[in-house]
């Protein structure tokens, strides 16, 4: 009964491969979200959705592309993976977009590039 | 440019000791919602509270306390009577209404550790 999950939790992969990290919720939310912690645990966000549709798209290479088969689901797919790729990847989901909403984070996905 | 300043890196106590977080935000918005999040040694973030602009009054919730002053643009966090399972990473976020579709924009985050 895992509110915000992500697959896989590790993912050890090497410069030049292409990935993706797959999440689910099951909590009815309309709004999902990406966010990157990198080595130094700050936390930035890349991607968000609404109802399926890109609302927000942050500074990211475009070899990140997220998609939204349905409003449960938002995976994150990486092409050419670099080494400054490297991080943890967390979901989130909102029952809206917007800051009275609080948000649910999945537990992550480490990815390591070497 | 950065708009949640956690300025304290790390910090240490022993058990039972209280421990005050800072946080600092910059926004032009009038209406914004300010979030602390727990990130514990096993990596999961934890909702902890979330408090919007129009809401100055502050909040305990069992050894946790927030303190929400808009005349200086800080929402302070104390640990109250500290024990060892609240060492953790804790981050300060803000959300603002009329830029951001409710994107959480993070501090730096404070390492806690609590030693018994």
């Known amino acids: 009964d895992t509110a915000v999950s992500q697959t896989p939790k590790y993912l050890v992969t090497q410069m030049g491969n292409d990935k993706s990290i797959k999440c689910e919720q099951n909590?009815?939310?309309?709004?999902m979200y990406w966010y990157k912690q990198d080595s130094k645990k700050f936390l930035k966000i890349m991607f968000s959705y609404n109802n399926k549709e890109l609302i927000i798209n942050e500074t990211v290479p475009n070899r990140f592309s997220p998609k939204s088969p349905d409003k449960a689901h938002l995976n994150l797919h990486i092409n050419s993976l670099e080494l400054g790729d490297s991080a943890v990847y967390f979901c989130?989901?909102?029952?809206?977009?917007?800051?009275?909403?609080?948000?649910?984070f999945g537990p992550g996905t480490r990815l390591t590039v070497t | 440019a950065q708009k949640v300043t956690q300025a304290q890196t790390e910090i240490s106590v022993v058990e039972k000791e209280d421990v005050t977080l800072d946080c600092v935000y910059e926004?032009?918005?009038?209406?914004?919602?300010l979030f602390w999040y727990k990130q514990p040694p096993s990596g999961e973030l934890v909702f902890l509270i979330r408090?919007?602009?129009?809401?100055?009054q502050n909040e305990i919730s069992g050894r946790y306390s927030w303190n929400f002053q808009k005349s200086t643009s800080s929402f302070n966090f104390t640990i109250t009577a500290s024990q060892v399972v609240d060492s953790a990473v804790y981050f300060c976020?803000?959300?603002?209404?009329?830029?951001?579709?409710?994107?959480?924009?993070f501090g730096a985050g404070t390492q806690v550790v609590v030693t018994p």
């Open positions: 909590l009815g939310h309309d709004t």
């Open positions: 408090r919007n602009s129009f809401d100055e």
């Open positions: 989130a989901s909102s029952q809206e977009p917007g800051g009275p909403y609080e948000q649910y």
């Open positions: 976020a803000l959300s603002e209404v009329a830029d951001s579709w409710g994107k959480l924009q």
């Open positions: 926004t032009r918005d009038t209406t914004y919602y």
